[in-house]
């Protein structure tokens, strides 16, 4: 069973960057053809996808942050992180790592853009 | 991008009652890519539905989606205890992914 736990500092200085590492047990983060994703909620508001990783290093960001984000994978480590540059007050969430959702048949599989597991979350606050 | 709408926003019901979830898109949802999920406190969200109707490995088919294009329904036949949580959809018809902003299903 696919496991995913986020690690990272809880508080980020405003301008500064958030790095976050999201750590993957129970399976190779290079098997089959799912993607691996980073997802915020702030306090109150909804769920905003963040973008996606696959195992290659191929990447697709939400156009709303794109020009802060930056997702690398390591593959040796079984791991993928986030990089969120110039943060402020705004950019204050828990944030979620997630793989893309998939199943297989006996002949194939299937790889969609829904999210399944989730990993536990992790409180992010910006503030001097 | 595609805005989601959930109503109600809060549903008081009892156990063994049935709940009716809805989640309204803002333009069709392309080849019903429409997901549900349950968030209990200080839990990570756990995927019940996908592709509208399916359900994932594990979830109880008390569990039921429907729906098409604009208009998508969650329905739970018979409230169980730990069925009390937040609900909520997610369209991945159309990048970027977006999310509903969820109906709270509270205990009456």
């Known amino acids: 069973q696919v496991q995913l736990q986020e690690s990272g500092p809880g508080l980020v200085k405003p301008s500064q960057t958030l790095s976050l590492t999201c750590g993957v047990s129970g399976d190779s983060i290079s098997s089959g053809g799912y993607h691996w994703n980073w997802i915020r909620q702030p306090a109150g508001k909804r769920l905003e996808w963040i973008g996606r990783?696959?195992?290659?290093?191929?990447?697709n960001y939400n156009p709303s942050l794109r020009s802060r984000v930056t997702m690398s994978v390591d593959t040796s480590k079984n791991q993928f992180s986030l990089k969120l540059t110039s943060v402020t007050a705004a950019d204050t969430a828990v944030y979620y790592c997630?793989?893309?959702?998939?199943?297989?048949?006996?002949?194939?599989?299937?790889?969609?853009?829904?999210?399944?597991?989730w990993g536990q979350g992790t409180l992010v606050t910006v503030s001097s | 991008e595609i805005v989601l709408t959930q109503s109600p926003g809060t549903l008081s019901l009892s156990p063994g009652e049935r709940a009716t979830l809805s989640c309204r898109a803002s333009?069709?949802?392309?080849?019903?890519?429409l997901a549900w999920y349950q968030q209990r406190p200080a839990q990570a969200p756990r995927l019940l539905i996908y592709g509208a109707s399916s359900r994932a490995t594990g979830i109880p088919d008390r569990f039921s989606g429907s729906g098409s294009e604009t208009d998508f329904t969650l329905t739970i036949s018979r409230l169980e205890p730990e069925d009390f949580a937040v609900y909520f959809c997610q369209q991945y018809g159309a990048s970027p992914y977006t999310f509903g902003p969820g109906t709270k299903l509270e205990i009456k």
């Open positions: 997630a793989r893309g959702g998939g199943f297989c048949s006996r002949t194939s599989c299937y790889y969609g853009n829904w999210f399944d597991p």
């Open positions: 990783i696959y195992a290659s290093g191929s990447t």
């Open positions: 333009q069709s949802v392309d080849s019903n890519y």
